[in-house]
């Protein structure tokens, strides 16, 4: 297990528990509405602050990984994501519930942004799209889980039996890390933990670089958070829209490896990307506007997950490895920003205007921004010299 695949498949099986915690609040919802009375707007901000300790946390989290070792902290991390689903599950009011899911999505940033800096350390300069796609796929992996099981478990025994059950996984993933996990040996011992550091080049393409991941996550978020609720109120049943909405995100695991697999093979991840993005814009509208969700919920899925690897790649691109903590944490803070606020606007959409389809159109608007995005950021790419041009140019034949 001393490889770089071994280290890869312990680093993914403990972030398959992060995408299971994540998801569920969303796939016990209206358990939590019947149970403890939370309306849509407080369900939107429950799923919303998993993320947006990501805002202050990610760049302190890449700082303490340099500082105390990417190990130590990932570990950390764990244990908070094992105290918050026991924390959720003992609540019994907003407040409370608020409380340990920020604990838990605290423990959940530090983990996240740690696993993709020790992925990048060990396959920078190698297989670095095709690794990328994996460790991605692990969040639609948890969360499809937890579509899967979280809402019949809640159902079978009690809503809190789901929380204790992410804290099991969170346990399980950080005995892995434990036992499995070693510095690559290319790392540089010493990792830059001044923001100063950082060259100008490498703050502004890293901005640039970072935006497209978050707009690509957070329609993704919007999507698995609200999608259940709108089948429901569409008529189906908690688990049938559960089992719709993991039928998508199971296809879309199976779309992000084959991404990954077709840029390592033959390249061009910005026409992969673009064309990717609008389909998933085209089926978006016509689930919305359909009355069979099925077929446009499988073409969603096929193609959603296509230009994964190559956002989550693009900030490798922009950083030395020896400001590579530091600025993964920066480019986490910038991720967590987009991403958070998103669950948050949409539940707040959803119950201003009485529809669960808000947050739909709300994803559907975000693809498009993030296909700018990624324009903009290819061109400032190309503007830089020595900022990400070899690994480009390797991807680009």
């Not at 569920?24 to 300790?53: E, H, M």
């Not at 500082?67 to 599950?89: E, H, N, Q, S, V």
């Not at 950082?198 to 919007?222: D, G, H, Q, R, V």
Request: net charge positive; hydrophobic share 55%.
């Amino acid at each position: 297990m001393a490889n770089r695949w071994g280290i890869l498949a312990a680093l993914s099986f403990a972030r398959v528990g992060m995408g299971f915690q994540f998801q569920t609040v969303a796939a016990t919802a209206p358990l939590l509405s019947d149970r403890l009375g939370f309306d849509k707007a407080q369900i939107g901000w429950l799923i919303g602050l998993y993320l947006l300790p990501g805002v202050l946390v990610a760049l302190p989290g890449g700082m303490l990984g340099a500082r105390f070792g990417d190990k130590r902290m990932a570990l950390i991390g764990l244990a908070m994501m094992i105290l918050g689903g026991i924390g959720f599950a003992a609540s019994e009011s907003i407040g409370g519930a608020s409380v340990a899911r920020a604990v838990m999505g605290v423990g959940a940033v530090l983990m996240n942004v740690l696993l993709f800096k020790m992925t990048t350390d060990w396959f920078a300069g190698k297989e670095m799209v095709l690794a990328m796609s994996i460790l991605v796929n692990t969040w639609p992996i948890g969360v499809g889980l937890a579509l899967l099981g979280q809402g019949a478990l809640a159902l079978a025994v009690s809503w809190q039996s789901a929380f204790l059950a992410t804290s099991m996984l969170a346990a399980i993933g950080m005995v892995v890390i434990w036992l499995v996990y070693r510095p690559a040996a290319g790392a540089p011992a010493a990792q830059t933990v001044d923001l100063a550091a950082l060259s100008a080049s490498e703050w502004k393409i890293l901005i640039f670089a970072s935006l497209p991941w978050a707009l690509y996550n957070a329609p993704y978020l919007l999507i698995v958070a609200f999608l259940p609720s709108y089948l429901v109120e569409q008529g189906h049943s908690i688990v049938t829209a559960g089992g719709l909405t993991a039928i998508n995100t199971l296809l879309a695991i199976v779309s992000v490896q084959a991404g990954g697999i077709l840029v390592q093979r033959f390249g061009h991840p910005d026409r992969l990307a673009f064309a990717s993005l609008a389909g998933i814009v085209v089926a978006m509208v016509g689930l919305i506007n359909s009355q069979s969700p099925l077929p446009w919920i499988i073409a969603s899925g096929l193609v959603a997950g296509l230009p994964a690897g190559v956002f989550a790649s693009l900030p490798g691109e922009a950083l030395r490895a020896e400001s590579r903590a530091t600025g993964m944490g920066i480019s986490y803070t910038i991720f967590y920003a987009g991403t958070a606020a998103a669950p948050v606007i949409g539940g707040a959409l959803a119950k201003h205007l009485g529809s669960s389809a808000a947050p739909l159109w709300m994803a559907a608007a975000l693809v498009v921004v993030c296909a700018a995005a990624h324009a903009v950021f290819r061109g400032l790419q190309r503007g830089t010299p020595g900022v990400g041009q070899a690994v480009h140019a390797r991807r680009n034949p």
